[in-house]
């Protein structure tokens, strides 16, 4: 079936949200990046106005207070940033649920099924600017194809405030002329090593003989020429920031660490920390990561999956030191950081015939009530009181 | 060293003992197999010192002697040989091995035999003989049910218990346990409560034959499995096998009696859309029978299956898996399914067989 897949990519994100809430700002250029007394970092965004003097993301602070000395520069606030973008999805998902975010400042909607409500996709696209610039104050540009990739590549086409279509027919005439490094999915590496098949825009690629470039990229060859053909079949998935996320905590040491068992508190305080946020956000994870940094900065990242879903402490404790104890072969430690990934929200958590599990969850669910009234620190285990408690002194 | 023998009987030793090789063990001569010939018999060993595996046939020896041959040669060179009478002799104090095959011969570097470390083993303290078909059968009613995560390696054994002629084999993986009971042909001295590496046991099932019978001889820490060709040394799993009589359940809701094919073959079919991960089912009893059913992404399943229903109706979740490991160690007609609760633990045990339970405990129904 013929599917409606729009993407709006919001213009200069960060600067039009520092623009959105001081009006002083508007219209002038606003670059935010670095920290306004000390004279360093990168420019993380710039308004147009900034842009149009030179301006670019990725600049360092003094290069583009050079191309541009009446800019106005913002230090970065990214819970706004995250405010807003929820804001931005909140709208988008008034007119459908298939809302997939792309990133901070990029979000993919499937209006195939819900165009008749809004009079096709362009005027849902009108909709759609006018709400974000009167709701929100920031402007977007929006692409529409039958498919992600052609959305994405139509919303790239004009900025700012734009609104492209870009259906599967026009793919030769407004795609094929492009250089290749502008097609979705081709980044430096891949513009560089398609040189050597002299593939130099998008209809070179399309053009070229997929099986060669199976035999030289794998997988990933047939993807790129499909793309390069504008043909994508990945789904809208409203769940993909669902699966990927992990949650984790890393710690540098007050001084280096050289015992086995003042390194196992440090990731027993670091698993109660860790198994602690995983409840306060619902979810429970199979794969546990123990990272070790020595003086050296040298590190050493292992995992292990465990054989069920868990958001005990107990338990990556557990996989944590059974880490420490195959792979640590004796350094001094600077930092150690653990991480819980594999999250899920609705995992049936496999009953215990032992009752374990289900025992150190009230522990745990009591432990948790005390934290929230009075605060982290007020509960710790004994461990935390030895000279190897570094977390809840 | 010197002797020769058939390819079969050469291939059946090499294979008997293979397994108990640690191929990346930091000992190099713990990578190769002890070739130990007179008498008229070679005798092979092999050891990761957790287990070891000793298998002997009767062979022409011309020469008495010993040498350990690295086994990922000589293993996989057995597997290559033509079908003809072969000669193997090492020369002199040499640590070369020389294979003769008709015209050919392969040389191998092996390591001596002297650096081989045998796995000690004391006096054994109690000994019972048991028939092989019914030591296969035991194990594999339990084995299923052993846990492969070292983290806790006390539930990667099987608790042995005995008490008189009354023996008990145990494993949990503590998300579900298997009991069998089986009676012994000698009164042990007093209690004995040991645990026996699953691994172990997986190589006791592998390498014994079809009509002999196997001695069975346990010390303070280890076990040992003699047949007529092949002995099985292993050490026993220290610490405590935690009690398992009180989470095996006594009172129940419901009773469920069931035929096993019947219920297998539903819940394979359901188990195809249950997923990787959890592998979960949802099983209802109900007035006129179970209904098994599946809900994903990719589609549904529901079956409806004939059976005995007395006592209250449930919807519990269980791990396919689970399920299917003690339906396929079944071999009676019907099964008695015994239901607790929706969240507690159910038995299984064949109808009409006390000797065999299964206890499968559900999984929670998600927070959506």
């Known amino acids: 079936m013929e599917r409606t897949i729009l993407l709006a990519d919001m213009n200069s994100f960060f600067a039009s949200v520092h623009q959105a809430l001081d009006p002083a700002l508007r219209n002038r250029p606003v670059i935010v990046g670095g920290s306004q007394e000390k004279r360093h970092g990168i420019v993380l965004a710039a308004s147009y106005e900034a842009k149009a003097r030179g301006v670019k993301t990725g600049m360092p602070v003094w290069e583009a207070r050079r191309a541009c000395p009446e800019g106005i520069f913002v230090p970065p606030r990214h819970h706004l940033y995250v405010h807003f973008s929820t804001r931005i999805l909140n709208i988008m998902n008034d007119f459908t649920p298939l809302v997939e975010p792309f990133s901070i400042d990029e979000a993919f909607m499937d209006l195939t099924g819900c165009l008749h409500l809004f009079g096709g996709p362009v005027a849902a696209a009108r909709l759609l600017k006018d709400r974000i610039r009167r709701e929100v104050g920031v402007l977007c540009s929006i692409g529409i194809g039958p498919n992600k990739l052609l959305a994405k590549m139509a919303a790239e086409m004009q900025k700012p405030d734009g609104l492209t279509v870009l259906g599967a027919e026009e793919v030769p005439a407004r795609l094929w002329p492009l250089p290749v490094r502008d097609l979705f999915g081709i980044g430096p590496r891949y513009e560089h090593h398609l040189r050597y098949f002299n593939i130099r825009t998008i209809g070179d690629l399309a053009g070229f003989p997929v099986e060669i470039l199976k035999r030289r990229f794998g997988v990933m060859g047939e993807v790129i020429w499909w793309s390069a053909n504008g043909v994508d079949h990945s789904p809208v998935n409203p769940h993909s920031l669902d699966t990927a996320r992990s949650v984790g905590h890393q710690i540098t040491l007050p001084r280096d660490f050289y015992r086995r068992d003042e390194i196992a508190v440090v990731i027993l305080e670091l698993s109660d920390l860790v198994a602690r946020r995983a409840r306060q956000g619902g979810y429970t994870g199979r794969t546990v990561t123990l990272v070790l940094k020595d003086a050296n900065f040298n590190w050493l990242g292992r995992s292990r999956t465990l054989r069920r879903h868990t958001d005990l402490a107990e338990d990556l404790y557990e996989a944590g030191v059974l880490i420490l104890d195959r792979h640590w072969t004796g350094y001094p430690v600077r930092m150690v950081g653990l991480s819980l990934s594999g999250l899920t929200r609705n995992a049936a958590p496999q009953g215990d015939i032992f009752g374990r599990a289900e025992k150190l969850q009230r522990v745990a669910r009591a432990c948790d009530r005390i934290r929230t009234r009075f605060g982290e620190k007020t509960i710790k285990r004994g461990s935390s009181l030895t000279r190897a408690g570094v977390l809840y002194e | ?368």
């Open chain 2, 1 to 368: 060293m010197k002797f020769s023998i058939d390819r079969e009987n050469f291939q059946y030793v090499i294979q008997n003992v293979q397994r108990a090789i640690s191929p990346r063990s930091p000992l190099p001569v713990l990578t190769g197999i002890l070739f130990q010939c007179g008498n008229g018999v070679l005798k092979l060993t092999a050891t990761d010192m957790e287990m070891s595996v000793v298998c002997s046939v009767p062979v022409d020896v011309a020469d008495p002697g010993d040498l350990v041959i690295p086994a990922r040669y000589i293993a996989e060179f057995a597997k290559r040989l033509p079908d003809m009478p072969i000669e193997i002799e090492t020369i002199g104090g040499s640590r070369l091995a020389t294979i003769r095959y008709g015209q050919s011969e392969f040389n191998i570097n092996g390591y001596s035999a002297s650096d081989f470390p045998l796995l000690q083993v004391p006096e054994g303290e109690f000994s019972f003989t048991v028939s092989s078909e019914e030591l296969r059968d035991i194990i594999r009613k339990v084995i299923y049910a052993v846990s492969n995560d070292d983290s806790r390696p006390i539930f990667t054994g099987v608790l042995m218990e005995i008490e008189g002629t009354g023996a008990t084999l145990v494993a949990t993986d503590t998300f579900r346990l298997a009991m069998k009971k089986f009676v012994l042909d000698a009164p042990a001295p007093g209690l004995i409560n040991v645990v026996v590496p699953g691994k172990t046991l997986n190589e006791v099932v592998r390498v014994m034959g079809v009509s002999d019978g196997v001695r069975v001889t346990l010390s303070k820490n280890h076990i040992m499995f003699e047949t007529e060709d092949t002995v099985i040394t292993s050490r026993l799993i220290p610490g405590r096998f935690p009690s398992y009589r009180q989470v095996i359940p006594e009172d129940f809701e419901c009773v469920i009696r069931v035929s096993v094919r019947n219920l297998l073959d539903s819940a394979d079919r359901a188990a195809l859309l249950a997923g990787e991960r959890n592998s979960l089912i949802l099983f209802q009893s109900a007035r006129e029978g179970i209904v098994i059913s599946v809900r994903s992404e990719n589609g549904w399943i529901r079956e409806d299956i004939e059976a005995d229903v007395e006592g209250e109706n449930f919807d519990i979740l269980f791990n396919v898996r689970y399920l299917c490991d003690v339906l396929k160690s079944c071999e009676g007609e019907e099964i008695l399914v015994k239901l607790t609760g929706t969240y507690t633990p159910a038995l299984l045990t064949p109808h009409g067989d006390d000797s065999y339970l299964a206890v499968i405990v559900p999984a929670r129904a998600s927070k959506e």
